[in-house]
């Protein structure tokens, strides 16, 4: 279990007159993970996602608050090991070694997680099999496509079997077929009891693959839910036109509803009912558009 308590992250930072000021990025967030599950971090650019993973995966201290797997503090002194042995991370950026090939890379990270050389070996072979990048192991990494980079960054982050995986904006700039294959793998490891924790601003992305998601908006928790009472909150059907100031919306609990609505509304342009997604959701709690 992931329990995050009041986690806070000010950074320094300069106000327009030049003063010296604070920003606070991350601001007393609170949440649960439940082991096996794949739990979503959501929100606009700025939100404070970054920031959350980076205190999550020992990269960065807290400015106040708690974060605890397995009911033990993080940040306590003697547990730096257990909890590098505990995860895996998927960051946002590629940060492989550009001199060395895929294999190299590979047996580079688990020599610094102290694996034997026939383990090694091993857990190399499994892992770029699983990911599909087994013909490439002699390639230098800067050859890769974008997809297959993140694919080699997921095989390498899991290459001492962490429970918890962290992945930062795991499938950002890539295209939608790219993306699937990687929300597939995903499913895999929670099928295995792999925990994982990602964050995203793909709406698609966090209703897909997420049993739960939090939206998070200038470093708070703005809510909490399963993608599905999301949508059952806000009302599970849509009905939008053309409004005067660009489309607008209305949401509906029963389906009737909606039609009668929408049939009031006969001369507005461009009506249409239809059910109601995440995006509806997240632009109804932030006032942000997602996926840009
Ligand atoms: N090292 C730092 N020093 C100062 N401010 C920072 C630092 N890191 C992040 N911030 C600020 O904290 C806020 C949250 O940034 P963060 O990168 O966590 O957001 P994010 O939700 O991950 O955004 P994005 O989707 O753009 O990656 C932003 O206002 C950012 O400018």
Redesign the pocket.
């Known amino acids: 279990m992931i329990v995050i308590d009041k986690l806070t ?1 000010k ?3 300069k106000d327009k007159k030049g003063q010296k000021t604070e ?4 601001d007393a967030l609170s949440l649960h993970v439940r082991p096996g599950e794949v739990f979503g971090l959501l ?12 205190m999550l995966t020992m990269q ?1 201290k807290p400015t106040a608050g708690k974060i605890a797997y397995g009911g033990r503090d993080i940040f306590s002194s003697g547990e730096a090991q257990r909890v590098k042995s505990l995860i895996g991370v998927v960051p ?1 950026h590629v940060n492989f070694d550009q001199d060395l090939t895929v294999g190299e890379n590979m047996e580079l990270h688990a020599r610094l997680h102290h694996m034997e050389k026939r383990e090694r070996q091993q857990r190399i072979a499994e892992l770029l099999n699983y990911v599909e990048l087994t013909e490439v192991i002699n390639d230098n990494v800067r050859r890769l496509s974008g997809g297959m980079k993140r694919r080699l960054l997921i095989a390498r982050a899991l290459i001492h079997k962490p429970k918890i995986l962290f992945m ?2 795991p499938t950002v700039a890539l295209d939608p077929q790219v993306r699937r294959r990687i929300w597939d793998l995903v499913r895999g490891l929670a099928r295995e009891g792999v925990t994982v924790f990602l ?1 995203t ?1 793909y709406i698609e992305e966090a209703e897909n693959l997420c049993q739960r998601v939090a939206i ?1 908006n200038k ?1 708070k928790l703005t809510a909490l839910d399963t993608p599905e009472n999301f949508k059952e909150r806000l009302g599970k059907f849509t009905v939008e036109w053309d409004g005067s100031e660009g489309r607008e919306y209305r949401f509906f609990g029963e389906k009737q509803e909606a039609a009668a609505f929408a049939g009031s509304q006969e001369a507005a342009g461009g009506i249409l009912i239809r059910p109601t997604n995440l995006e509806d959701v997240f632009i109804e709690l932030t006032g942000h558009k997602g996926g840009l």
């Open positions: 992250k950074f320094p930072h920003k606070t990025a991350v929100g606009p650019n700025g939100a404070g996602k970054t920031t959350t993973i980076r960065l946002q930062d904006e964050t601003h998070l470093g």
